[in-house]
């Protein structure tokens, strides 16, 4: 039987900008948040952490620094995927080199591949080190979707422990197949309580950046069995939620936590500033959920 790397709400953490390069200053103060705030795990250089605009030396050296700040209070999830197999094996082994308790790996995109690929891409990777292995499948953003039975034959692999997965349709099927030892976490923060009643472990999070406490309260409640009270804190934060994905990720959550006074900066381009519109009900929203 294999252990989940983590039970609960791990956060997508942002990645704090400077004009400069990444501010460690400011990442370190949100890792410490975090912490402070319950977070089970922490996911440094995901797609929330803009990590397909880090060259490789600024994605290493965040890797490194959550790494070492964290220092095995909880578990330190690096994102090392790529469309690019070979890339995808240096970034990895890397994270593995400097302690990192778990990688994230998502699927090929733009030049995405068949299913058989899918298989030998995570294969490769996944032999090149020991630590465990998270698939991650966001067919909105890859447009290519990893089957359930290609999950589990990718299950069969040991060190391939776990799924974030953004298809809830196909979450049922994939944990039938691949049993209780293979951890689901939901990539969607509006399908957290009906993933974790099909049986998943937990969350992969966006919104954690922002309200952490609820973000881990939600995944908690339901597993301890006070089911009333994760269903309360999961349809209260549907409208937050909503608005956190009114434009692309994480454009929002960033105009979020300045709003909130954490100044974290801006996007790296392509992702620009909000629409005036859309910030306005972004704002109005975190008046509403006391937030601001």
Avoid at 58 to 84: C, L, M, Q, Y
Avoid at 238 to 244: F, G
Wanted: hydrophobic share 40%; aromatic share 6%; proline share 4%.
């Amino acid at each position: 039987m294999r252990n989940p790397v983590f039970t609960g709400s791990g956060v997508a953490i942002i990645t704090p900008f400077t004009d400069n390069g990444i501010d460690f200053e400011k990442l370190e103060e949100l890792i410490e948040f975090q912490i402070k705030e319950g977070t089970d795990a922490l996911i440094i250089c995901g797609s929330t952490g803009e990590a397909s605009t880090l060259p490789d030396d600024e994605h290493k050296s965040a890797i490194k620094f959550a790494v070492d700040k964290v220092n095995k209070r909880i578990p330190v999830i690096a994102g090392t995927g790529s469309n690019d197999t070979k890339h995808a094996v240096h970034l990895t082994e890397y994270a593995e080199s400097v302690g990192a308790d778990a990688i994230l790996s998502v699927t090929p995109y733009y030049n995405k591949t068949t299913q058989k690929g899918l298989y030998e891409h995570f294969k490769i990777i996944a032999n090149s080190v020991k630590v465990p292995v998270i698939l991650y499948n966001v067919p909105s953003r890859t447009n290519l979707n990893i089957d359930p039975q290609t999950v589990k034959a990718l299950s069969e692999i040991e060190n391939i422990t776990a799924i974030k997965e953004c298809n809830l349709n196909q979450v049922g099927e994939i944990i039938n197949l691949c049993g209780d030892s293979f951890s689901v976490y939901s990539g969607n923060d509006d399908q957290v309580l009906p993933l974790l009643a099909l049986g998943g472990k937990g969350v992969i999070s966006v919104m954690a950046n922002i309200i952490p406490k609820d973000t881990h309260d939600l995944v908690a409640t339901f597993m301890s069995g006070d089911i009333a009270t994760s269903r309360k804190i999961q349809l209260r934060l549907l409208d937050l939620v909503k608005a956190l994905f009114v434009e692309v990720s994480p454009i929002p959550i960033k105009a979020a936590m300045n709003l909130m006074g954490m100044n974290v900066g801006k996007c790296r381009l392509p992702l620009v500033d909000m629409s005036e519109k859309n910030f306005k009900y972004l704002q109005d929203t975190l008046k509403q959920y006391g937030l601001i």
